[in-house]
């Protein structure tokens, strides 16, 4: 799924990410990201680019995106390769 906003994004950072992070994702999300939805969790998507990964929430309702997790491509998490 290609997510390409029609208006400006409202993203709320869950876990105090940097600020470089969260308008990294904003301009990944602007530009048309692929996101990969979480086929357990409705709403719920992994965005990959440039040796980035993110895991947001997108309301249903309000279009606002929850920065949930992020980090670098290559020191994905154990419990992260667990959920896929």
Not at 24 to 53: M, T, W
Request: charged share 25%.
């Amino acid at each position: 799924m290609v997510m390409c906003p029609e208006r400006e994004l409202e993203i709320e950072d869950l876990r105090n990410h940097s600020q470089e992070m969260i308008s990294h994702l904003r301009d990944v999300l602007s530009r048309g990201a692929n996101v990969i939805p979480d086929p357990q969790r409705p709403g719920f998507y992994e965005v990959k680019l440039r040796g980035q990964l993110y895991f947001i929430y997108i309301s249903p309702y309000t279009g606002k995106v929850l920065l949930i997790a992020g980090w670098s491509h290559e020191s994905v998490p154990a419990e992260v390769e667990a959920w896929a």
